[in-house]
């Protein structure tokens, strides 16, 4: 299995609080379209592969601008120094 494939991927969009529509997008299912984005981040799942089992890690993540260029390159465990971050 390649998990470097897109499909492999976990993606988190973060909105600006307020209003929030939703739409249903088909394949999608809900999709927000009211509130602006502040970034979104997307997490190969062999970053939570590689991390050790029972162990809770509480860091900070980078938030991207473009969601064509917003991959995780960082070390879980270890906070991202870049902002704006979640």
């Known amino acids: 299995m ?3 494939k897109p499909e492999h ?6 909105y600006q609080p307020g209003r929030e529509i ?9 999709v927000r379209t009211s509130a602006p984005s502040l970034g979104s981040i997307s997490l190969p799942s062999y970053v939570f592969l590689q991390a050790s089992l029972n162990v809770q890690h509480k860091i900070w993540i980078t938030l991207f601008d473009f969601i064509e260029d917003d991959e995780y390159d960082g070390d879980l465990g270890e906070d991202d120094e870049e902002k704006p971050r979640i």
């Open 2 to 4: 390649d998990l470097d």
């Open 9 to 14: 991927f976990i993606q988190l969009r973060v």
């Open 22 to 30: 939703f739409n249903e997008s088909p394949g999608k299912g809900r």
